[in-house]
């Protein structure tokens, strides 16, 4: 018997890191009852989730479990009426560090919660966050630069972005990763009818992020610059983004669910695209500006897989549902800052990562894959 109605919820797994909640803050204000699968192993997050309760009560589900636990991904998609599967091992970094712990919470896990759906009754439609690095190195894009940036010789590339007629060439064990469970999410539209749809992310920023050196690198800048903390520049500084402000992500979401007849089964290049784009140094001189006086600077070698130019070509996905991007680079970043200015951030972050970085996602794996827990009445009026 298939069990939603009022008891549905919209599912979305990593619902406690940055975009997870986001998009939860969003559909609980408009109404709609979520449920937050969260392992909570990036640092900072439980404060996203003490955060969404304090804003949602009863309507927000929590479900502290792995996507690794096949059976807590089945139960929690029993009653999910959309699957918005966000839960990631996110740096490359520590995919070089322990590829296999990055392969099962990324490819593994996609598997997981696809199946979930296959075998579900409902079948909700899946969205699911992959990654501009399923272009690799991009080295074939002719580039010229100046002081600042790098630009494309391609008027094309240089006025469009990368599309994603562009062939797949995965780079690093998160690349791979990442990209396989993109290929698997795509596929079980092909082979088992779901309803499906991939975003290949370029770099997102916004509030709830608690950007580090291996990952957020908007928010690791503004937070570093903010403590008076040495930033380090890998390269020359002068790689180019497009970055894409949170609340337009969210808003591409639901502009895919609802126009999923046509976007279903495709993968869509999502980010700020042309319009918002900007360098290492050139977010440097941005926070000059803000902060009244000069970013501490550190240098070091190029790291693997850092591509020197990528911005998302958003046409397709604009074509198809009439969603871009509203808020400009410099505002989201001024936005961000407050932000991170009101809810404290920079000291906490500072704690976080006074412990070995890298530590936390890696020996998560090493562990045995704990199982799912509903969270503790006491703390949690509203779990499962
Ligand atoms: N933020 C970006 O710029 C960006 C760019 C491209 C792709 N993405 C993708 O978007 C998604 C969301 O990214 P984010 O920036 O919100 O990351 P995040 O680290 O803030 O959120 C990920 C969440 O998943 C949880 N998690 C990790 N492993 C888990 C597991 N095995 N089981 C359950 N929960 C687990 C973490 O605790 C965290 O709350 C990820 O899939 C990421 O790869 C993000």
């Not at 919470?105 to 501009?132: C, D, G, M, Y």
């Not at 749809?197 to 903010?226: K, N």
């Not at 897989?305 to 070509?313: A, M």
């Amino acid at each position: 018997m298939r069990v939603i109605g009022s008891d549905e919820y919209a599912l979305i797994t990593g619902g406690c890191g940055f975009v997870g909640t986001n998009l939860a803050h969003r559909l609980l204000s408009e109404g709609q009852r979520v449920c937050v699968f969260d392992n909570l192993s990036r640092a900072g997050v439980q404060r996203n989730l003490d955060w969404l309760r304090e804003q949602h009560g009863d309507r927000l589900i929590v479900k502290l479990a792995d996507t690794r636990d096949a059976a807590a991904v089945r139960d929690a998609v029993r009653r999910a009426s959309h699957v918005y599967h966000f839960a990631a091992q996110v740096a490359v970094t520590t995919s070089l560090d322990d590829p296999i712990s990055d392969f099962e919470i990324n490819a593994r896990s996609a598997i997981n919660v696809l199946e979930a759906i296959r075998h579900s009754i409902q079948k909700p439609p899946l969205f699911f966050t992959s990654t501009n690095k399923v272009y690799g190195g991009l080295e074939d894009v002719r580039l010229r630069e100046d002081d600042r940036r790098y630009t494309p010789r391609t008027e094309r590339i240089a006025q469009h972005g990368i599309s994603e007629e562009r062939r797949l060439d995965f780079h690093s064990p998160y690349g791979c990763s990442k990209g396989s469970a993109d290929q698997y999410v795509r596929d079980y539209a092909r082979s088992y009818g779901l309803r499906t749809v991939v975003f290949r992310m370029s770099c997102i920023y916004g509030p709830h992020q608690f950007g580090t050196e291996d990952q957020g690198w908007v928010a690791h800048f503004v937070i570093r610059a903010l403590n008076r903390e040495p930033i380090t520049i890998y390269g020359d500084g002068k790689q180019v983004r497009d970055i894409l402000f949170v609340e337009d992500l969210v808003d591409a979401f639901l502009r895919a669910n609802e126009h999923l007849d046509v976007c279903s089964g495709q993968a869509f290049n999502i980010g700020g695209g042309p319009a918002n784009t900007i360098s290492l140094l050139e977010l440097l001189k941005l926070l000059r500006r803000f902060e009244g006086r000069e970013p501490k600077l550190e240098s070091s070698d190029w790291r693997t897989g850092d591509q020197k130019y990528y911005v998302s070509d958003t046409r397709h996905f604009q074509e198809l549902t009439g969603w871009s991007p509203s808020v400009r680079v410099q505002d989201g970043i001024r936005r961000l800052r407050e932000w991170l200015l009101d809810a404290g951030v920079p000291a906490l972050v500072q704690q976080a990562t006074e412990q070995p970085q890298r530590k936390p996602a890696t020996s998560l794996v090493a562990k045995a894959i704990p199982r799912a827990t509903d969270v503790p009445v006491a703390t949690a009026p509203a779990s499962e």
